[in-house]
């Protein structure tokens, strides 16, 4: 079977960066910054993305490009003979299932609020115990949520089983584009807004009295984890966009333009949140709370207030959907490749165990809701936990070893790939930043994450 491809350069920048653009950086980015000082965190943030997140995105890309399969067979195919690699191919896939198992539910609650916000579930006057009341009636209810999560299961596969170009890059095109011009228009509005203008410079004018309050290791630290985590990277999600690539450009420039798409968003996502916060009087350190109870607050409390909440869940709705279809992609590439499905098959099979492995995340929250199973964190937490602190660091130190020591692919393989097309290259000279320094790297935030 003929291999897919990208029907244009456009397609695979807005599709990998669609990958990578998600709740990690709309949710979790701003409220992170807002624990950590503001304006120096995210300096450091830029500084680990160029350090640490490009060239470990070359590496997942080098790989699929040069395998030319899911990441399974992408490491049989380079790896040396009777070595065991691949065998990292199948945790990948086990770690795109884990994160679908509760990606797809906070997916849901996207969707959920964009259409309590267009039907007026949200409306002037409520006051804030009201409002965070929506969001513990919704994890309450285990029919609603599971509605939801089934909505963003469903329209997922449906998505992908009409294929590369015609399903996964045509919807992501639109999506990515429409998100692209509703974050501007949001950050525009949120800038006018009166007394926004404190929110904007805590988040863009360095101020060294609060990196020392929160304490300038953890904030560190914080901007390492964040730069990593954002880009998705360590379980094949963005292995497989490289398998469907042309040779036409170097990794490096693409892979910086992928960077520079997730960068935008997640800054712009600031550029919305804080000079709103300000302008109400909400501390910016809120916490995971922050969007769906504090910010509701915000929005129904402005001139229009439906309508700007309303663009801002459809806008949140996009990012997360972006990702599910592109991690569902990968599920389905993995099925036809090792297992030689159909992609309708793979569609169908894949929707069925999505749907029920996602259940015990939905029924987290009320049936269930006093299961705690990894130190004492609920479910979605758990598995969270297992993803994020696990499975994408030491997948990442996986891909990073194969692409740069002699037991693997090797770095001159690695960097004749990565350096193929026309482009940004990469020199040789940082051969030993990338066999000695950024494994280290690495296990710092591997071993950080376990602790």
């Known amino acids: 079977m003929e291999r897919e491809n990208f029907g244009s350069r456009l397609g695979f920048i807005l599709v990998s960066a669609g990958c990578a653009i998600g709740i990690g950086n709309v949710w979790r980015f701003p409220y992170v910054v807002g624990e950590n000082g503001g304006a120096v965190f995210v300096l450091f943030y830029l500084l680990f993305l160029l350090c640490m997140g490009v060239p470990v995105l070359t590496m997942e890309l080098a790989v699929g490009r040069g395998g030319r399969k899911s990441a399974v067979l992408a490491y049989k195919a380079l790896e040396k003979p009777g070595n065991k690699w691949h065998i990292h191919g199948w945790f990948c896939m086990v770690g795109c299932y884990l994160l679908m198992m509760y990606y797809t539910t906070v997916s849901g609650w996207m969707v959920s609020y964009f259409y309590k916000f267009v039907t007026g579930k949200f409306r002037s006057g409520m006051d804030a115990s009201a409002v965070s009341g929506v969001f513990s009636e919704l994890c309450s209810n285990p029919v609603e949520m599971t509605v939801w999560m089934a909505v963003t299961v469903f329209a997922g596969f449906a998505v992908c089983s009409f294929g590369l170009q015609n399903g996964l890059e045509r919807i992501t095109k639109v999506m990515m584009l429409a998100l692209l011009g509703l974050i501007i228009v949001l950050a525009v509005h949120s800038a006018a807004l009166s007394g926004a203008g404190e929110g904007i410079a805590f988040y863009l004018m360095p101020d060294f009295k609060r990196t020392q309050e929160a304490g300038l290791g953890n904030v560190i630290t914080a901007a ?6 954002t880009l998705s990277l360590g379980i094949g999600a963005m ?13 490096v420039g693409e892979a910086v333009r992928i960077c520079s798409l997730d960068t935008f968003v997640a800054l712009m996502s600031g550029l919305i949140i804080f000079p709103a916060c300000f302008s109400f009087g909400i501390e910016p350190n809120a916490g995971p709370s922050l969007i769906f109870e504090t910010l509701p607050n915000v929005f129904i409390n402005m001139q229009g207030g439906r309508i700007w909440g309303a663009l801002f869940f459809l806008f949140m709705t996009f990012a997360s959907f972006s990702t599910v279809i592109a991690v569902f992609e990968n599920l389905l590439a993995g099925c036809i490749d090792n297992f030689g499905w159909s992609r309708k098959k793979a569609s169908a099979i894949n929707c069925i165990i999505v749907f029920i492995a996602s259940i015990p995340c939905v029924l987290g929250y009320n049936l269930w809701s006093g299961l705690h199973i ?4 609920d479910v979605l937490d758990s598995e969270d936990f297992l993803v994020s602190n696990l499975l994408l660091p030491a997948g990442s130190l996986v891909f990073l070893l194969f692409c740069v020591t002699k037991w693997g692919w090797g ?20 051969k030993n930043y990338f066999r000695f320094v950024l494994p280290v790297l690495m296990l710092i935030i591997l071993i950080q994450g376990l602790r």
């Open 224 to 229: 390492m984890n964040q730069a990593f985590f």
């Open 239 to 251: 292995e497989i966009f490289g398998s469907y690539m042309s040779k036409e450009h170097t990794l």
């Open 374 to 377: 990894i130190g004492g964190r």
């Open 411 to 430: 770095f001159d393989k690695y960097l004749e790939e990565a350096n193929t097309g026309k482009g940004l290259k990469l020199p040789k000279w940082l």
